[in-house]
């Protein structure tokens, strides 16, 4: 292979990788050892390119500099979606079992891209909660996913298994960045910054051709509602097979099929009544009601406050042209994304299925129509996480991630080019969100209790915890003790309230190489004392947070990198440990962790911006 990134030699690859093209096109680049910095807070990226033309960086050194305009980063750009676009296949283990189909490319039908033009409607699409719907609500919702899914020829692009594909080409490998130069790696838009906007985007479109298909300007989709109490159910609607189709009618009147909602290839032991447990990782436990609620809030609560500080901790890493989806010193999962998002995949796909299809999987995911109900709460969690009004709760600024695009086909049969900038108001996109009855119940949660310890005793114990510098990265969680315990030195003790105004306490854990063609899943504990020997769990004060992946991958490497970042100032409030020089952090491996890495530990103080 003629393609060689800085990050091949060195652990921590820096964020420079994504200004250098590949030998190919002539640019060279040799590297040594990159800054031990995977938040690089520099968002000017002027600098590094800067270091890196003149050679200054003393990072990487141009040996060839004819190409030199294309030293500079370009966003993520979906090329032609109908001409540039290859069979699937990342992430699916079990290939010949897959019988959703690899073949996932979009239908040419001969049209040319065209830009995206605002919708002028009056009306605004007010999304619904799944399990409160109006019975107006369900039955135009029923009624146009029953077109979508037996009206329309497969090859239509507005055919349920049309919008199931775009899935999975945009997430197991159908695109490449050929549209800036380099035909040679493959788009992924999970794991990174690019995952909230591309799924608004995905739901836009699903929305309005669902509404063109029964001639409704009004209609809107409804949203699978896990942070309420009474929404954690998989929504009576999307329910089982007992349930008739009302639009499939034999000709004798009798009506024929499932309801159009339900999807087979879910796990049988989820359908109603259990609760969703949004920290899943692949067991059914045996929490009561009342605590699995509470355990949900936990989750929610994390994933928007203590986890989603920022734009990266929130959004994910930058991710932008020239970036592997294997290795960016940059890359990281975004807090929503590894957290209640990945946990709900696990939780409704079928386990007794090759390839956990449909949900489980990202290449047969969209072919669930609870998936877009998902994903529309997904979507709603980015609204409110705004809503909090919280200090550093905005969207990147970088024009890396503003202008990255994709395309898709629009309720008129159009390609359209969409730009990330364009998605960020949703009332300028005509869409909002019903307010649920109980509005972000979860919001008071705060986990600051231990209500819950896993029975387990524990293996290891505070008193014989390495320091991080005595461990030999890159790390294993060891199988046999499944558990990574190391001291981290903190920047600072006592941080005092102004402190906490101005930067957050940020545990980053770096360089995770993961198996991408399995679930992943570890979580991660701070300062757990052992009580009575037994470790915490997701339920308590400890737990900082999650590290999963739903599979998807990359056909030539199994193995992805990513990065995971854990707000630290509340816990160490709750666990009384403010005044620790070191933070014990314990990673406890639980699903597909036996060939897992990571390359790093650190804490660090990320200033707060406006
Ligand atoms: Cu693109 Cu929930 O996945």
Not at 46 to 58: I, T
Not at 136 to 152: P, S, T
Not at 226 to 242: C, L, S
Not at 539 to 559: I, L, N, S, W, Y
Request: proline share 7%.
């Amino acid at each position: 292979m003629s393609y060689q990134l800085c990050s091949t030699l060195t652990p921590f690859p820096s964020k420079l990788i994504t200004t250098t093209r590949t030998n190919q096109n002539g640019f060279k680049v040799s590297c040594n050892a990159a800054p031990q910095n995977a938040d690089n807070h520099n968002e000017n990226n002027l600098v590094d390119r800067r270091n890196l033309l003149l050679g200054l960086g003393g990072i990487c050194t141009a040996t060839s500099l004819t190409s030199l305009p294309s030293a500079f980063a370009d966003p993520i750009t979906t090329p032609d979606i109908s001409t540039n676009c290859k069979d699937a296949g990342s992430g699916v283990k079990n290939i010949e079992e897959a019988f959703r189909g690899l073949k996932c490319c979009p239908p040419n039908i001969g049209k040319t891209i065209k830009p995206f033009t605002f919708p002028t409607e009056e009306t605004i699409r007010m999304r619904w909660p799944a399990h409160t719907g109006s019975q107006e609500n369900i039955k135009k919702y029923k009624k146009a996913i029953n077109i979508m899914r037996h009206e329309l020829p497969d090859e239509h692009p507005h055919s349920f298994n049309s919008q199931a594909r775009i899935h999975c080409a945009y997430c197991n490998g159908g695109y490449t960045q050929v549209a800036t130069h380099h035909p040679e790696i493959e788009l992924s838009i999970h794991n990174s910054w690019l995952f909230f906007p591309f799924h608004r985007w995905y739901l836009y479109f699903y929305e309005r051709i669902l509404g063109k298909l029964i001639n409704d300007p009004t209609f809107a989709l409804p949203y699978w509602n896990w942070d309420d109490p009474e929404g954690m159910q998989i929504p009576a609607i999307f329910g089982t097979e007992g349930i008739p189709n009302p639009y499939l009618r034999e000709s004798n009147g009798s009506l024929l099929g499932n309801n159009p909602l339900y999807d087979k290839y879910r796990n049988p032991h989820h359908q109603q009544p259990p609760l969703v447990d949004l920290s899943y990782s692949g067991k059914d436990g045996d929490r009561t009601i009342d605590l699995q609620k509470k355990c949900n809030f936990f989750t929610v609560y994390r994933d928007l406050i203590r986890n989603g500080t920022d734009a990266k901790s929130f959004f994910g890493g930058r991710y932008v042209s020239g970036s592997e989806p294997v290795a960016n010193g940059d890359k990281s999962v975004g807090s929503v994304e590894a957290g209640s998002h990945t946990a709900v995949h696990i939780w409704v796909g079928d386990p007794n299925q090759p390839n956990g299809e449909d949900m489980a999987n990202f290449y047969s995911a969209g072919y669930d129509p609870l998936f877009y109900a998902h994903h529309s709460n997904v979507d709603r969690m980015w609204v409110l996480w705004k809503e909090l009004g919280i200090r550093g709760h905005k969207e990147p600024k970088d024009n890396d991630w503003l202008n990255a695009s994709y395309v898709f086909y629009d309720e008129n049969e159009e390609l359209v080019r969409v730009y990330n900038k364009d998605c960020v108001d949703p009332a300028k996109l005509k869409f909002g969100y019903e307010r649920s009855k109980s509005e972000m119940p979860w919001r008071k949660s705060r986990p600051n209790i231990r209500i819950e310890n896993n029975p387990k005793p524990a293996k290891v114990s505070s008193r014989d915890v390495k320091t991080v510098d005595r461990i030999k990265f890159p790390a294993k969680l060891e199988m046999e003790v499944p558990i990574l315990s190391v001291k981290v030195k903190r920047p600072a003790v006592n941080r005092t309230p102004a402190d906490k105004e101005k930067s957050n306490e940020i545990l980053f854990i770096n360089g995770i190489r993961f198996n991408s063609n399995k679930f992943v899943k570890f979580d991660v504990f701070v300062n757990d004392n052992l009580k009575d020997d037994k470790l915490s769990t997701p339920c308590d004060v400890e737990f900082a947070g999650t590290f999963a992946q739903v599979p998807h991958g990359d056909k030539r490497r199994m193995f992805m990198y990513s990065g995971a970042r854990f707000g630290l100032d509340e816990l160490l409030e709750d666990t009384k440990t403010e005044d620790e020089e070191y933070a014990i952090v314990n990673l406890v491996s639980r699903a597909g962790c036996d060939d897992l890495t990571v390359s790093g530990i650190e804490i660090k103080l990320v200033p707060i911006e406006d």
